[in-house]
Protein backbone atom coordinates (compact mmCIF):
# COMPACT_ATOMS: atom_id res chain seq x y z
CA UNK A 1 0.00 0.00 0.00
CA UNK A 2 1.63 3.16 -1.07
CA UNK A 3 1.79 5.81 1.68
CA UNK A 4 -0.54 8.63 1.41
CA UNK A 5 1.19 12.28 2.35
CA UNK A 6 -1.16 15.05 3.20
CA UNK A 7 -0.49 16.35 -0.18
CA UNK A 8 -2.23 13.23 -1.54
CA UNK A 9 -4.78 12.25 0.89
CA UNK A 10 -8.43 13.73 0.82
CA UNK A 11 -10.80 14.19 3.12
CA UNK A 12 -14.29 14.16 2.21
CA UNK A 13 -16.17 16.98 4.24
CA UNK A 14 -18.69 16.83 6.60
CA UNK A 15 -19.53 13.40 7.80
CA UNK A 16 -16.58 11.87 6.52
CA UNK A 17 -12.86 11.78 7.63
CA UNK A 18 -11.74 9.06 5.34
CA UNK A 19 -8.71 9.59 3.82
CA UNK A 20 -8.71 9.02 0.53
CA UNK A 21 -6.71 9.40 -2.72
CA UNK A 22 -6.88 11.61 -5.81
CA UNK A 23 -7.02 9.78 -9.12
CA UNK A 24 -3.95 10.66 -10.28
CA UNK A 25 -1.81 9.83 -7.12
CA UNK A 26 -3.69 6.53 -6.87
CA UNK A 27 -2.53 5.65 -10.44
CA UNK A 28 0.63 6.88 -10.50
CA UNK A 29 1.53 5.26 -7.33
CA UNK A 30 -0.13 1.74 -8.62
CA UNK A 31 2.26 -1.28 -9.50
CA UNK A 32 1.47 -2.50 -12.65
CA UNK A 33 -0.92 -3.58 -14.79
CA UNK A 34 -2.55 0.34 -14.54
CA UNK A 35 -6.28 0.38 -13.71
CA UNK A 36 -7.58 1.39 -17.19
CA UNK A 37 -6.15 -2.37 -18.57
CA UNK A 38 -6.97 -4.13 -15.64
CA UNK A 39 -10.04 -4.62 -12.95
CA UNK A 40 -8.76 -6.15 -9.97
CA UNK A 41 -11.00 -8.68 -7.97
CA UNK A 42 -13.13 -6.51 -5.92
CA UNK A 43 -13.31 -7.06 -1.92
CA UNK A 44 -17.04 -8.62 -1.51
CA UNK A 45 -17.74 -5.39 0.75
CA UNK A 46 -17.59 -3.64 -2.35
CA UNK A 47 -19.60 -5.36 -4.93
CA UNK A 48 -21.67 -2.74 -6.83
CA UNK A 49 -25.25 -3.37 -6.05
CA UNK A 50 -27.13 -2.03 -9.08
CA UNK A 51 -26.04 -2.49 -12.57
CA UNK A 52 -23.35 0.00 -13.64
CA UNK A 53 -19.65 0.29 -15.03
CA UNK A 54 -16.70 -1.31 -12.76
CA UNK A 55 -14.50 1.73 -12.45
CA UNK A 56 -12.08 0.75 -10.26
CA UNK A 57 -8.63 1.65 -9.90
CA UNK A 58 -5.71 -1.14 -8.49
CA UNK A 59 -6.85 -2.84 -5.78
CA UNK A 60 -10.67 -2.03 -5.82
CA UNK A 61 -9.93 2.10 -5.30
CA UNK A 62 -13.48 3.71 -6.28
CA UNK A 63 -12.94 6.05 -8.70
CA UNK A 64 -15.32 9.24 -7.43
CA UNK A 65 -16.37 13.01 -8.89
CA UNK A 66 -17.15 15.61 -6.65
CA UNK A 67 -18.26 19.03 -7.29
CA UNK A 68 -15.95 21.80 -5.57
CA UNK A 69 -15.42 25.22 -5.12
CA UNK A 70 -12.45 27.33 -3.76
CA UNK A 71 -13.86 30.72 -3.79
CA UNK A 72 -17.27 32.04 -3.12
CA UNK A 73 -18.87 33.37 -6.47
CA UNK A 74 -21.35 32.14 -9.18
CA UNK A 75 -21.67 28.44 -9.75
CA UNK A 76 -20.09 28.69 -13.34
CA UNK A 77 -17.39 30.46 -12.16
CA UNK A 78 -16.17 28.92 -9.25
CA UNK A 79 -17.49 25.02 -9.76
CA UNK A 80 -15.25 22.11 -10.76
CA UNK A 81 -15.27 18.11 -11.16
CA UNK A 82 -12.85 17.08 -9.14
CA UNK A 83 -11.99 13.54 -10.03
CA UNK A 84 -10.39 11.07 -7.10
CA UNK A 85 -10.29 7.37 -5.85
CA UNK A 86 -11.50 6.31 -2.91
CA UNK A 87 -9.66 3.38 -0.76
CA UNK A 88 -11.36 0.08 -0.28
CA UNK A 89 -10.65 -0.01 2.80
CA UNK A 90 -12.91 1.23 5.24
CA UNK A 91 -12.24 2.84 8.64
CA UNK A 92 -14.67 1.42 12.05
CA UNK A 93 -18.22 2.90 11.34
CA UNK A 94 -17.76 4.30 7.87
CA UNK A 95 -19.32 3.02 4.75
CA UNK A 96 -18.78 3.81 0.97
CA UNK A 97 -21.98 5.61 -0.80
CA UNK A 98 -23.13 6.02 -4.22
CA UNK A 99 -25.25 8.34 -4.96
CA UNK A 100 -28.26 7.90 -6.48
CA UNK A 101 -30.41 11.16 -6.51
CA UNK A 102 -29.20 14.66 -5.31
CA UNK A 103 -31.12 18.13 -5.71
CA UNK A 104 -30.06 21.34 -5.81
CA UNK A 105 -31.49 23.86 -3.49
CA UNK A 106 -31.39 27.78 -3.66
CA UNK A 107 -29.68 27.54 -0.37
CA UNK A 108 -26.84 25.28 -1.87
CA UNK A 109 -26.11 27.98 -4.62
CA UNK A 110 -26.48 30.86 -1.70
CA UNK A 111 -23.60 28.81 -0.11
CA UNK A 112 -21.67 29.10 -3.03
CA UNK A 113 -22.22 32.45 -3.32
CA UNK A 114 -20.56 33.16 -0.19
CA UNK A 115 -24.18 34.48 1.00
CA UNK A 116 -25.83 31.71 3.13
CA UNK A 117 -26.58 32.19 7.04
CA UNK A 118 -23.04 29.72 7.75
CA UNK A 119 -19.84 29.74 5.44
CA UNK A 120 -18.30 26.31 5.02
CA UNK A 121 -14.39 25.89 6.00
CA UNK A 122 -12.51 25.07 2.29
CA UNK A 123 -10.49 21.97 3.48
CA UNK A 124 -7.46 21.11 2.22
CA UNK A 125 -7.64 17.50 2.38
CA UNK A 126 -9.41 17.24 -0.33
CA UNK A 127 -6.55 16.74 -3.07
CA UNK A 128 -7.81 19.68 -5.40
CA UNK A 129 -4.92 22.50 -5.74
CA UNK A 130 -6.43 25.01 -3.13
CA UNK A 131 -8.26 24.05 -0.34
CA UNK A 132 -12.02 23.46 -1.41
CA UNK A 133 -15.45 22.29 -0.35
CA UNK A 134 -18.59 20.13 -1.90
CA UNK A 135 -21.58 21.79 -1.74
CA UNK A 136 -24.91 19.89 -1.54
CA UNK A 137 -26.95 19.17 1.75
CA UNK A 138 -29.01 16.52 1.16
CA UNK A 139 -29.39 12.92 -1.29
CA UNK A 140 -30.73 9.59 -1.74
CA UNK A 141 -27.19 7.35 -1.72
CA UNK A 142 -26.74 3.18 -1.90
CA UNK A 143 -24.83 1.96 0.62
CA UNK A 144 -22.58 -0.19 -1.38
CA UNK A 145 -20.03 -1.08 1.43
CA UNK A 146 -19.62 -0.94 4.99
CA UNK A 147 -17.15 -1.17 7.63
CA UNK A 148 -16.41 -2.76 10.30
CA UNK A 149 -18.96 -1.68 13.60
CA UNK A 150 -21.57 -0.23 11.86
CA UNK A 151 -25.07 -0.99 13.31
CA UNK A 152 -27.51 0.45 11.38
CA UNK A 153 -26.37 0.34 7.53
CA UNK A 154 -26.38 -2.84 5.14
CA UNK A 155 -25.51 -2.92 1.49
CA UNK A 156 -28.07 -2.68 -0.86
CA UNK A 157 -29.69 0.03 2.13
CA UNK A 158 -30.47 3.55 0.99
CA UNK A 159 -29.50 6.53 3.30
CA UNK A 160 -29.52 10.13 3.58
CA UNK A 161 -27.31 12.56 5.55
CA UNK A 162 -28.91 13.14 9.22
CA UNK A 163 -27.44 17.11 9.19
CA UNK A 164 -27.34 19.34 6.79
CA UNK A 165 -23.48 20.05 5.06
CA UNK A 166 -22.91 17.09 4.08
CA UNK A 167 -21.81 17.66 0.34
CA UNK A 168 -23.94 15.30 -1.48
CA UNK A 169 -22.88 16.57 -5.32
CA UNK A 170 -20.58 14.06 -5.67
CA UNK A 171 -20.89 10.23 -7.22
CA UNK A 172 -19.60 8.71 -4.13
CA UNK A 173 -18.78 9.66 -0.62
CA UNK A 174 -17.77 7.93 2.51
CA UNK A 175 -19.46 8.99 5.67
CA UNK A 176 -18.16 8.28 8.93
CA UNK A 177 -19.62 7.35 12.07
CA UNK A 178 -22.32 6.15 10.13
CA UNK A 179 -25.15 5.28 12.17
CA UNK A 180 -24.99 8.71 13.43
CA UNK A 181 -24.05 10.87 10.37
CA UNK A 182 -27.21 8.84 8.24
CA UNK A 183 -30.50 8.09 8.26
CA UNK A 184 -31.18 4.51 7.01
CA UNK A 185 -34.64 4.81 4.88
CA UNK A 186 -37.41 2.84 5.07
CA UNK A 187 -37.21 0.94 8.93
CA UNK A 188 -38.98 -2.76 8.19
CA UNK A 189 -40.54 -1.68 4.79
CA UNK A 190 -37.16 -0.77 3.56
CA UNK A 191 -37.12 0.96 -0.23
CA UNK A 192 -40.35 -0.64 -1.85
CA UNK A 193 -42.70 1.71 -3.55
CA UNK A 194 -40.01 4.65 -2.99
CA UNK A 195 -37.62 6.29 -5.42
CA UNK A 196 -34.74 7.81 -5.41
CA UNK A 197 -36.28 11.35 -6.35
CA UNK A 198 -38.82 11.20 -3.26
CA UNK A 199 -36.29 10.15 -0.65
CA UNK A 200 -33.50 12.90 -1.93
CA UNK A 201 -36.19 15.74 -1.17
CA UNK A 202 -37.62 14.51 1.95
CA UNK A 203 -34.92 16.52 4.01
CA UNK A 204 -34.97 19.88 3.71
CA UNK A 205 -38.06 21.21 2.25
CA UNK A 206 -40.92 19.13 3.27
CA UNK A 207 -38.96 18.78 6.82
CA UNK A 208 -38.59 22.26 6.74
CA UNK A 209 -42.70 22.69 5.77
CA UNK A 210 -43.85 19.99 8.62
CA UNK A 211 -41.58 21.94 11.18
CA UNK A 212 -43.42 25.16 10.23
CA UNK A 213 -47.16 23.93 10.31
CA UNK A 214 -46.42 22.30 13.54
CA UNK A 215 -43.90 23.86 15.87
CA UNK A 216 -45.00 27.40 15.96
CA UNK A 217 -48.90 27.78 16.28
CA UNK A 218 -50.91 24.76 17.16
CA UNK A 219 -53.24 25.15 14.28
CA UNK A 220 -54.62 21.47 14.80
CA UNK A 221 -55.74 22.30 18.63
CA UNK A 222 -56.97 25.24 17.50
CA UNK A 223 -59.30 23.51 14.77
CA UNK A 224 -60.64 21.24 17.32
CA UNK A 225 -61.17 24.01 19.56
CA UNK A 226 -62.65 26.07 17.21
CA UNK A 227 -64.92 23.32 15.90
CA UNK A 228 -66.27 22.14 19.26
CA UNK A 229 -67.20 25.82 19.96
CA UNK A 230 -68.78 26.92 17.15
CA UNK A 231 -69.65 23.24 14.45
CA UNK A 232 -70.43 25.69 12.31
CA UNK A 233 -66.74 25.90 11.85
CA UNK A 234 -66.48 25.54 7.89
CA UNK A 235 -62.84 23.86 8.12
CA UNK A 236 -59.78 23.45 9.85
CA UNK A 237 -57.57 26.55 11.21
CA UNK A 238 -55.98 28.73 8.59
CA UNK A 239 -52.52 29.53 7.08
CA UNK A 240 -51.06 31.99 4.86
CA UNK A 241 -48.35 31.56 2.78
CA UNK A 242 -46.12 33.12 0.05
CA UNK A 243 -43.86 31.19 -2.84
CA UNK A 244 -46.68 28.51 -2.36
CA UNK A 245 -45.44 26.08 -5.66
CA UNK A 246 -41.81 26.28 -3.79
CA UNK A 247 -40.50 22.97 -2.62
CA UNK A 248 -41.47 24.23 0.78
CA UNK A 249 -45.13 25.72 0.17
CA UNK A 250 -46.03 22.36 -2.08
CA UNK A 251 -45.29 20.56 1.29
CA UNK A 252 -46.70 22.68 3.39
CA UNK A 253 -50.22 22.30 1.07
CA UNK A 254 -50.20 18.44 1.09
CA UNK A 255 -49.66 18.81 4.97
CA UNK A 256 -52.02 20.72 5.79
CA UNK A 257 -54.31 19.06 3.87
CA UNK A 258 -53.93 15.94 5.49
CA UNK A 259 -54.06 17.98 9.23
CA UNK A 260 -57.03 19.19 8.53
CA UNK A 261 -56.10 23.04 7.71
CA UNK A 262 -57.15 25.41 5.55
CA UNK A 263 -54.88 27.86 3.84
CA UNK A 264 -54.33 30.64 1.06
CA UNK A 265 -51.58 30.39 -1.33
CA UNK A 266 -49.92 33.07 -2.76
CA UNK A 267 -47.88 32.46 -6.12
CA UNK A 268 -46.48 34.65 -8.89
CA UNK A 269 -48.26 35.30 -12.35
CA UNK A 270 -46.86 33.18 -14.88
CA UNK A 271 -46.33 35.09 -18.45
CA UNK A 272 -50.05 33.60 -20.01
CA UNK A 273 -53.34 33.56 -18.07
CA UNK A 274 -53.23 30.07 -19.19
CA UNK A 275 -50.30 29.05 -17.27
CA UNK A 276 -51.77 31.06 -14.30
CA UNK A 277 -54.79 29.08 -14.59
CA UNK A 278 -52.85 25.70 -14.67
CA UNK A 279 -50.74 26.09 -11.83
CA UNK A 280 -53.66 27.39 -9.63
CA UNK A 281 -55.04 23.88 -10.43
CA UNK A 282 -51.67 22.30 -9.97
CA UNK A 283 -51.98 23.46 -6.36
CA UNK A 284 -55.56 22.91 -5.78
CA UNK A 285 -55.21 19.07 -6.97
CA UNK A 286 -52.41 18.99 -3.85
CA UNK A 287 -54.94 20.20 -1.84
CA UNK A 288 -54.82 24.19 -1.64
CA UNK A 289 -57.81 25.71 -0.28
CA UNK A 290 -57.22 29.42 -1.90
CA UNK A 291 -54.94 30.00 -4.52
CA UNK A 292 -53.82 33.62 -5.64
CA UNK A 293 -51.05 35.82 -7.79
CA UNK A 294 -49.37 37.87 -5.96
CA UNK A 295 -51.84 40.45 -8.25
CA UNK A 296 -54.43 39.34 -6.18
CA UNK A 297 -52.97 39.58 -3.10
CA UNK A 298 -51.52 42.71 -3.20
CA UNK A 299 -54.98 44.04 -4.21
CA UNK A 300 -56.49 46.37 -1.90
CA UNK A 301 -59.37 44.47 -2.33
CA UNK A 302 -57.53 41.00 -0.58
CA UNK A 303 -58.40 42.54 2.86
CA UNK A 304 -62.17 42.53 2.22
CA UNK A 305 -61.86 39.00 0.64
CA UNK A 306 -60.20 37.85 3.37
CA UNK A 307 -62.82 38.94 5.74
CA UNK A 308 -65.94 37.97 3.64
CA UNK A 309 -64.75 35.33 1.28
CA UNK A 310 -62.80 33.11 3.49
CA UNK A 311 -62.92 33.46 7.24
CA UNK A 312 -66.35 34.42 7.66
CA UNK A 313 -66.23 37.90 8.87
CA UNK A 314 -63.07 37.56 10.65
CA UNK A 315 -64.47 34.77 12.96
CA UNK A 316 -61.97 32.35 11.59
CA UNK A 317 -58.60 33.87 12.08
CA UNK A 318 -54.99 33.35 10.54
CA UNK A 319 -52.60 33.14 12.86
CA UNK A 320 -49.74 31.93 10.97
CA UNK A 321 -47.68 33.15 7.75
CA UNK A 322 -45.34 31.82 5.96
CA UNK A 323 -42.96 33.90 3.89
CA UNK A 324 -40.19 32.51 1.78
CA UNK A 325 -40.31 35.75 -0.66
CA UNK A 326 -39.73 39.08 1.55
CA UNK A 327 -40.41 43.00 0.00
CA UNK A 328 -44.46 43.82 -0.39
CA UNK A 329 -45.35 40.08 -0.48
CA UNK A 330 -44.22 39.82 2.61
CA UNK A 331 -45.45 42.90 3.73
CA UNK A 332 -48.76 41.90 2.94
CA UNK A 333 -48.83 38.50 4.70
CA UNK A 334 -48.10 40.65 8.00
CA UNK A 335 -51.15 43.14 6.96
CA UNK A 336 -53.33 39.57 6.30
CA UNK A 337 -52.55 38.14 9.91
CA UNK A 338 -54.99 38.26 12.81
CA UNK A 339 -54.18 39.57 15.87
CA UNK A 340 -51.89 37.51 18.33
CA UNK A 341 -50.49 35.84 14.62
CA UNK A 342 -47.20 34.94 14.13
CA UNK A 343 -45.07 35.59 10.81
CA UNK A 344 -42.20 32.66 10.25
CA UNK A 345 -39.43 33.81 7.73
CA UNK A 346 -37.67 31.24 6.42
CA UNK A 347 -36.20 32.37 2.62
CA UNK A 348 -36.00 35.29 0.79
CA UNK A 349 -36.43 34.48 -2.63
CA UNK A 350 -36.71 38.32 -3.97
CA UNK A 351 -33.91 39.15 -2.16
CA UNK A 352 -35.97 42.42 -0.82
CA UNK A 353 -36.21 43.12 2.66
CA UNK A 354 -39.51 44.32 3.96
CA UNK A 355 -40.62 46.69 6.92
CA UNK A 356 -41.58 45.30 10.60
CA UNK A 357 -44.62 47.71 10.38
CA UNK A 358 -44.98 49.55 14.04
CA UNK A 359 -48.55 49.53 13.93
CA UNK A 360 -49.36 46.29 13.61
CA UNK A 361 -46.52 44.92 15.71
CA UNK A 362 -48.31 46.64 18.99
CA UNK A 363 -51.96 46.70 18.19
CA UNK A 364 -51.96 43.57 16.91
CA UNK A 365 -49.81 42.03 19.03
CA UNK A 366 -47.76 39.90 16.35
CA UNK A 367 -45.18 37.19 16.15
CA UNK A 368 -42.19 37.70 14.02
CA UNK A 369 -40.15 34.35 14.02
CA UNK A 370 -37.40 32.77 11.64
CA UNK A 371 -36.73 29.32 10.86
CA UNK A 372 -33.64 27.34 9.58
CA UNK A 373 -33.49 23.93 9.32
CA UNK A 374 -30.26 23.59 10.34
CA UNK A 375 -30.06 24.62 13.25
CA UNK A 376 -33.14 23.02 14.28
CA UNK A 377 -32.11 19.74 13.61
CA UNK A 378 -28.80 20.02 15.38
CA UNK A 379 -31.27 20.99 18.02
CA UNK A 380 -33.59 17.74 17.80
CA UNK A 381 -31.70 15.50 16.21
CA UNK A 382 -34.26 12.41 17.19
CA UNK A 383 -37.65 14.81 16.40
CA UNK A 384 -35.80 15.24 12.40
CA UNK A 385 -35.65 11.27 11.97
CA UNK A 386 -39.04 11.21 13.26
CA UNK A 387 -40.56 14.27 10.65
CA UNK A 388 -38.54 12.33 8.17
CA UNK A 389 -39.60 8.33 8.94
CA UNK A 390 -43.03 10.09 8.67
CA UNK A 391 -42.51 11.59 5.52
CA UNK A 392 -40.81 9.05 3.65
CA UNK A 393 -44.41 6.46 5.18
CA UNK A 394 -46.89 9.38 3.62
CA UNK A 395 -45.02 9.26 0.14
CA UNK A 396 -44.67 5.14 -0.16
CA UNK A 397 -48.19 5.54 0.35
CA UNK A 398 -49.13 8.01 -2.21
CA UNK A 399 -50.12 10.60 0.18
CA UNK A 400 -47.15 12.76 -0.15
CA UNK A 401 -46.17 13.98 -3.82
CA UNK A 402 -42.68 15.32 -4.06
CA UNK A 403 -42.12 18.59 -5.61
CA UNK A 404 -41.33 18.19 -9.32
CA UNK A 405 -38.44 17.85 -10.67
CA UNK A 406 -36.10 19.08 -13.52
CA UNK A 407 -33.23 15.78 -14.29
CA UNK A 408 -29.80 16.43 -15.07
CA UNK A 409 -28.46 13.23 -15.47
CA UNK A 410 -24.85 12.73 -14.24
CA UNK A 411 -22.57 10.17 -15.77
CA UNK A 412 -18.80 9.39 -15.91
CA UNK A 413 -18.25 11.75 -18.89
CA UNK A 414 -20.85 14.20 -17.89
CA UNK A 415 -19.36 17.53 -18.37
CA UNK A 416 -18.24 19.99 -15.94
CA UNK A 417 -20.54 22.84 -18.01
CA UNK A 418 -23.31 20.42 -17.99
CA UNK A 419 -23.18 20.52 -13.67
CA UNK A 420 -21.71 24.11 -13.41
CA UNK A 421 -25.52 24.79 -15.64
CA UNK A 422 -27.70 22.87 -13.38
CA UNK A 423 -26.29 24.05 -10.23
CA UNK A 424 -26.40 27.96 -11.76
CA UNK A 425 -29.82 27.73 -12.99
CA UNK A 426 -31.55 27.20 -9.39
CA UNK A 427 -32.15 30.87 -8.59
CA UNK A 428 -34.17 31.58 -11.77
CA UNK A 429 -37.80 31.90 -11.43
CA UNK A 430 -40.30 30.48 -12.93
CA UNK A 431 -38.83 27.37 -13.13
CA UNK A 432 -40.72 24.23 -13.62
CA UNK A 433 -38.70 21.62 -11.25
CA UNK A 434 -36.05 21.49 -9.03
CA UNK A 435 -32.71 20.23 -10.41
CA UNK A 436 -32.31 17.13 -9.37
CA UNK A 437 -28.75 15.11 -10.12
CA UNK A 438 -29.61 11.78 -11.11
CA UNK A 439 -26.90 9.18 -11.13
CA UNK A 440 -26.78 6.68 -13.70
CA UNK A 441 -23.23 5.52 -14.60
CA UNK A 442 -20.83 6.97 -12.52
N1 LIG B 1 -34.82 28.38 6.40
C1 LIG B 1 -34.78 27.10 6.09
O1 LIG B 1 -34.42 26.22 6.87
C2 LIG B 1 -35.20 26.71 4.70
C3 LIG B 1 -35.48 25.39 4.37
C4 LIG B 1 -35.91 25.10 3.07
C5 LIG B 1 -36.00 26.12 2.14
N2 LIG B 1 -35.69 27.39 2.51
C6 LIG B 1 -35.82 28.53 1.59
O2 LIG B 1 -37.12 28.51 1.06
C7 LIG B 1 -37.11 29.12 -0.20
C8 LIG B 1 -37.77 28.18 -1.18
O3 LIG B 1 -36.95 27.04 -1.29
P1 LIG B 1 -37.42 25.78 -2.14
O4 LIG B 1 -36.31 24.82 -2.20
O5 LIG B 1 -38.74 25.34 -1.63
O6 LIG B 1 -37.63 26.51 -3.55
P2 LIG B 1 -37.83 25.91 -4.99
O7 LIG B 1 -38.64 24.67 -4.92
O8 LIG B 1 -36.51 25.88 -5.66
O9 LIG B 1 -38.74 27.07 -5.64
C9 LIG B 1 -38.29 28.39 -5.71
C10 LIG B 1 -39.46 29.29 -5.32
O10 LIG B 1 -38.99 30.62 -5.26
C11 LIG B 1 -39.82 31.46 -6.07
N3 LIG B 1 -39.01 32.54 -6.61
C12 LIG B 1 -37.91 32.44 -7.39
N4 LIG B 1 -37.44 33.67 -7.65
C13 LIG B 1 -38.28 34.55 -7.05
C14 LIG B 1 -38.34 35.96 -6.97
N5 LIG B 1 -37.41 36.74 -7.55
N6 LIG B 1 -39.33 36.53 -6.27
C15 LIG B 1 -40.27 35.78 -5.67
N7 LIG B 1 -40.28 34.43 -5.70
C16 LIG B 1 -39.29 33.82 -6.39
C17 LIG B 1 -40.32 30.53 -7.15
O11 LIG B 1 -41.49 31.09 -7.68
P3 LIG B 1 -41.70 31.15 -9.27
O12 LIG B 1 -42.07 29.77 -9.70
O13 LIG B 1 -42.80 32.14 -9.43
O14 LIG B 1 -40.41 31.60 -9.87
C18 LIG B 1 -40.60 29.27 -6.33
O15 LIG B 1 -41.80 29.39 -5.63
C19 LIG B 1 -35.66 29.43 -0.52
O16 LIG B 1 -35.39 30.77 -0.17
C20 LIG B 1 -34.90 28.50 0.39
O17 LIG B 1 -33.61 28.94 0.69
C21 LIG B 1 -35.29 27.70 3.76
Known amino acids: MPILTPRSALYLGAGSSRLIRPASVAAASAPTPAFSRHVPAQPRALGPLTPRRYLSGPYGYTQAKSLVFSKFG ?83 DWAIPATTGFGTFRTHAVAEHADRSLFRIGGDRGTAGLTPAQVATVSVNPCSAYRMLRDYVDLIALSVSSFSRDPTTPGGAWFLQ ?41 LTALGATVVLTEAEFLDRAFSARLREEFTRGGRDPVLLGLNCVGGKSAAAVVKALSPKGTMVTYGGMSRQSFPFPTGPQIFKRLRFEGFWLSEWSKENPAEKRKTIDEIVELMRD ?8 EEVQWDWDTEEKTLQAAVQGTLEGFRSGKGLFVFKDT
Request: charge should be neutral.
Open 242 to 282: NGANSGVGRAAIQLGALWGLRNINIVRERPTAEETAALKDE
Open 398 to 405: GKFKAAPV
Open 74 to 156: EPSDVLHVHRHSISPTLPDGAVLLRALAVPVNPSDVNTIQGTYGVKPQFSPLLGTPEPAVIPGNEGCFEVVAVGPGVKTLRRG
